[in-house]
């Protein structure tokens, strides 16, 4: 029996990797499949890991329909065993739909990869979906880590270094750099401003919740008025008593 399996966890516990590494296993078996891709951080029609590994994908836009996709496909004479979606969470919960009508219709196994949640705790309409619908949720068991060196559960966004819990769901840009990559902005009005730098960083739910990224414990350090109870990793004071708005 063919299924739905959506693949979750938060940014950078290796998703895109995991994906890479299926579509490998399978085609090594002598099975044919297809990679579909959404804002992937390489660029579009691309699906990359932060290993380094690419591969080329079929872009899912917004007006994408899968289940179309694959009928002309396979009437066409093409062979589809497998179909991986990667970035699973930018999709249309109509396109979380088709996904379950190439399942169910053609028989086709469908592996999706996505993070759950957003920067703001909320989850994504695509995830939802996917919740509601795979026959099978797994969360992937390669933990990524807090600052502080707790598992961390939360993803959260970075406009110039600061975190942010407020603006667009969907703005490209990639874990671990507090800037942002190159292009990665957010474009903050007319009013003349230079549009901001947005980076992405993983939290425990704790230091989400204190708005308390690494580069602001690391100014916490600096500042004598902290509390000794909230130290990081080498046991170097990290909270401010004050709060941060």
């Not at 994908?57 to 007006?63: H, K, L, P, T």
């Not at 292009?183 to 230079?194: E, I, Y």
């Amino acid at each position: 029996m063919a299924e739905l399996a959506f693949f979750t966890g938060t940014m950078d516990c290796g998703k895109s990797t995991l994906a890479l590494q299926i579509q490998h296993n399978r085609s090594a078996r002598g099975l044919q499949g297809l990679i579909f891709t959404r804002n992937d951080r390489a660029g579009e029609g691309r699906l990359s890991s932060r290993l380094g590994l690419v591969t080329e994908a079929v872009e899912a836009g917004d007006d994408f329909d899968f289940h179309a996709y694959l009928v002309k496909y396979l009437t066409g004479g093409g062979r589809a065993d497998y179909l991986i979606a990667d970035e699973a969470q930018f999709l249309a919960p109509g396109q979380v739909d088709q996904l379950a009508r190439v399942v169910d219709d053609l028989g086709i196994d469908v592996f999706a990869f996505g993070i759950t949640t957003d920067f703001r705790t909320k989850l994504f309409p695509g995830s939802q979906r996917l919740i509601e619908l795979a026959d099978r949720v797994e969360t992937l068991q390669v933990e990524a880590l807090c600052w502080c060196g707790a598992r961390a559960t939360h993803n959260a966004r970075t406009l110039d270094g600061r975190m942010v819990v407020e603006g667009a769901q969907v703005v490209v840009g990639d874990v671990g750099d507090s800037g942002g990559r190159d292009g990665d902005r957010d474009d903050r009005g007319g009013d003349g401003r230079a549009p901001a730098r947005v980076g992405y960083e993983v939290l425990c739910r704790r230091h989400h919740r204190r708005r308390l990224t690494a580069a602001a414990a690391g100014a916490a350090v600096l500042s004598p008025d902290v509390l000794p109870v909230d130290r990081g990793p080498a046991g170097i004071p990290a909270q401010p008593a004050r709060s941060t708005g």
